[in-house]
């Protein structure tokens, strides 16, 4: 099976702007959850969709928002981009009814 | 809510010596403790996993333990070689209902040849 896959893998904006990552999970996986990892924080947790619906949610402001479509791709977004929001976005999928996680390559987000 | 620290932060060991990376977890009902490689420009990989109701989980030269008590596990690696050279996590999960992992700093380890 191919593995969780994440686009693009690099992005460059500015402040103030909005940004959209995308991520393809594991076939047959239907839960995906979004990470932020940084050299300060570490890796945090964003939020987990499981069939459309967000069942889990991170200590982030509001300006972090997500969705899942019917094929289990998924979508994050962040508007009014900071310079604090650089980071490297992650994206994990796992099976039904098991808590192993499958991360992608990630997305490596510059804010200038 | 769930808190993990990791130690420690930086390991150097020779090629073919043992590193050992402990983490320990606060909340008592954290019941899965996966172990995740990170490699420079990727993401973590799954190295290796361990439930609650199981005390050591070994795969070749990767052992975990668990001490439910004292609430704290580990990570062992023997016979380390160059390419064990990454970032190690290690994280905590209560599961039920959605994921939530917490995850703990990480540890450099360098395996010098």
């Known amino acids: 099976k191919a593995g969780v896959t994440q686009t693009p893998r690099y992005l460059i904006k500015t402040r103030g702007q909005q940004v959209t990552l995308s991520c393809s999970p594991i076939?047959?996986?239907?839960?995906v959850s979004w990470y932020q990892q940084t050299p300060g924080q570490g890796l945090q947790f964003l939020f987990e969709?499981?069939?459309?619906?967000?069942?889990n949610k991170g200590n982030f402001p509001g300006r972090f928002s997500g969705r899942q479509f019917s094929n289990s791709r998924s979508e994050m977004n962040v508007s009014t981009l900071e310079l604090g929001d650089s980071a490297l976005y992650l994206c994990a999928s796992s099976p039904d009814g098991q808590e192993t996680q499958y991360f992608g390559p990630g997305t490596r987000l510059l804010v200038l | 809510g769930e808190n993990v620290e990791q130690h420690p932060s930086t390991l150097s060991v020779q090629e073919g010596d043992s590193a050992v990376i402990k983490c320990t977890y606060s909340d008592s009902a954290s019941n899965y403790f996966p172990w995740y490689k990170q490699e420079l420009g990727k993401g973590p990989q799954l190295i290796i996993d361990i439930r609650s109701n199981v005390g050591e989980k070994k795969d070749q030269r990767i052992a975990v333990t668990l001490n439910k008590t004292a609430k704290h596990f580990s990570l062992h690696i023997t016979e380390t070689q160059p390419e064990d050279s990454a970032v190690y996590f290690c994280?905590?999960?209560?599961?039920?209902?959605?994921?939530?992992?917490?995850f703990g700093p990480g540890t450099r380890l360098s395996v010098l040849p």
């Open positions: 969709y499981f069939s459309e619906t967000q069942r």
């Open positions: 076939s047959g996986h239907r839960s």
């Open positions: 994280a905590a999960s209560k599961g039920g209902y959605g994921q939530n992992f917490v």
